[in-house]
């Protein structure tokens, strides 16, 4: 496994010490800070053991890893700010797909069925070709939005 060495400078040191000592901060901000405070190899500290580390502040080893890797490789923004998802994804449901499945779900229900369910009504979309696959949450999400009541 390789080793990440975690060597602040004064700046850094301060700041983490200003994270801890002032104002209001998330819980994973005050624990990266307090890991990065405590594997720093700089001048301004003492370097303690990751297991020491670990039983004192209650995380996992892989956890101080993870942190010092993230140090070592984003530097010091990187590990204290939340990184927030970048996936991005499609839309299924146009205006187009909705206005279909709003004539489908006001229609008469299927022969042995008193009224559509959410699974009929994907089941149906697929059939007519709106759509490649479309889950019964997708229906349930457009549905809600019309306000459309299918229980009435």
């Not at 039983?55 to 927030?84: A, P, S």
């Amino acid at each position: 496994m390789e080793r990440y060495k975690v060597t602040l400078n004064k700046e850094e040191w301060e700041q983490l010490h200003a994270i801890i000592n002032r104002g209001v901060h998330s819980s994973q901000k005050f624990r990266n800070s307090y890991i990065l405070l405590n594997t720093d190899e700089g001048e301004f500290s003492e370097k303690i053991v990751n297991k020491k580390i670990s039983e004192v502040l209650k995380v996992g080893m892989r956890t101080i890893d993870r942190v010092k890797k993230k140090f070592v490789e984003d530097g010091l923004e990187g590990v204290l700010e939340r990184n927030t998802g970048t996936r991005v994804y499609e839309k299924k449901a146009d205006g187009d797909f909705e206005a279909h499945l709003i004539s489908i779900a006001c229609s008469e229900s299927p022969e042995g069925f008193a009224r559509w369910s959410l699974r009929l009504l994907s089941e149906k979309m697929v059939e007519l070709k709106y759509v490649e696959s479309v889950s019964h949450e997708t229906i349930r999400k457009v549905l809600k939005k019309t306000n459309l009541n299918l229980g009435k």
